[in-house]
């Protein structure tokens, strides 16, 4: 694609409002932290330009540094092919599908369009839900979330794992964990790809364990097994080579250190993993591109959002070496979807310009009465 000029449209308007919605249940435990229950909150900001032009996405922007930012060209705080840079790399997101809208272009087309359109999902809701129950209560617990999943169009499933770094004696927690593995594996459609995640609440020996009563359910990618640490990421890494597993180890969501893309560079971590939305496109693309070159793959955290999907989605669609969308069932009304479509565990990117979505007026201007809400304009 062409280069395209960046557009000197002025902001004149900036409105950020709360959207809420729900979970088809309550989320329980991960290896950290008590329960995550059933809400959902977005938090989204629409640009409005001097020529009529809008634009939307999520930003957690505060009032005073946006009331900073109204009046500045669109060029003045985003350049292309680049992105938001100063202070306009708070409102990244919404830049990125405003300047889109204004050339016309779907935003994974203004990224580059170099991966592809239909873009895997998984269910990354499968907590850690059954510390009352026995084996066979908590086997036909987690039998159920699989089904709610595979009705609401997933096929991939992330398992929370780690109960016995927390919440239940170790060797009995690692030997539950094993057994929800397993019920989901068998419960899963053919071909899915299956997850786990210890939210760092592992050591190398837990870790250690289980993979090894994990080694037949064909696992995609553990995640956050421990703290980041060279030696240990080395002593994890050495013995799936040894043992000839195909299985990646994901990270980067919470705090990584300073040297955390060494470990990637190493090739210590395969899939990293830092938030969407708080790092923004602009990041994301300039490290999807440095991780190719070390063949590592592209996962950003979204979990707690559900409009993050769409502007993720068309990331995803732009770079060769993306992995996999994490999302979960839920409904949060009032998106306005343009194009997309979800079958069979992939979300299909449109060719509508921008990310594709907007907010029906009524459920917008609810959010706008929220208290960390506003509307500014000049």
């Known amino acids: 694609m062409e280069a395209q000029h960046t557009p000197d449209e002025k902001i004149v308007k900036i409105e950020k409002t709360i959207l809420r919605g729900t979970r088809p249940r309550s989320i329980g435990y991960n290896a950290r932290k008590g329960t995550h229950g059933p809400c959902i909150t977005d938090v989204v900001v629409r640009l409005h330009t001097d020529s009529g032009a809008w634009g939307i996405g999520p930003a957690n922007i505060s009032q005073e540094k946006a009331k900073g930012l109204l009046g500045s060209k669109i060029n003045e705080i985003f350049k292309l092919p680049f992105g938001a840079f100063g202070e306009g790399i708070k409102l990244d997101l919404p830049l990125w599908d405003l300047t889109a809208r204004i050339l016309n272009l779907p935003l994974y087309r203004l990224l580059g369009a170099r991966g592809k359109r239909d873009v895997q999902l998984y269910d990354a809701s499968i907590y850690i839900d059954d510390l ?199 409904k949060m009304p009032g998106i306005i979807e343009d194009g997309w479509e979800m079958k069979n565990s992939r979300l299909h990117v449109p060719n509508t310009p921008g990310a594709g979505i907007t907010i029906e007026k009524k459920i917008f201007d609810q959010g706008l009465d929220d208290r960390s809400a506003f509307s500014l304009s000049i």
Not at 162 to 178: C, L, Q, V, Y
Not at 288 to 304: N, V
């Open 132 to 330: 009352n129950l026995n084996d066979r209560q908590a086997v036909s617990l987690f039998k159920e979330e699989v089904y709610s999943g595979i009705e609401h169009g997933y096929h991939n499933f992330k398992i929370k794992v780690g109960r016995g770094s927390r919440w239940m004696e170790p060797k009995e927690g690692i030997r539950r964990d094993a057994l929800v593995v397993r019920t989901v594996r068998e419960t899963s459609p053919a071909g899915s790809k299956i997850m786990i995640d210890a939210n760092m609440g592992g050591t190398l020996n837990s870790t250690l364990e289980l993979i090894r009563l994990c080694a037949e359910y064909d696992l995609y990618w553990f995640e956050e097994p421990f703290a980041e640490d060279k030696l240990l990421n080395l002593a994890l890494k050495s013995h799936l080579i040894d043992s000839d597993s195909k299985l990646l180890i994901a990270d980067g969501e919470f705090h990584p250190p300073n040297y955390f893309f060494e470990l990637v560079e190493e090739g210590l971590v395969d899939v990293v993993q830092h938030d969407f939305s708080d790092y923004g496109i602009t990041w994301w693309r300039s490290t999807a591109a440095k991780l190719e070159s070390w063949d590592a793959l592209c996962a950003p955290h979204t979990w707690g959002s559900y409009i993050e999907r769409y502007h993720h989605a068309h990331f995803a669609a732009s770079i060769p070496n993306y992995a996999l969308l994490e999302a979960s069932p839920g």
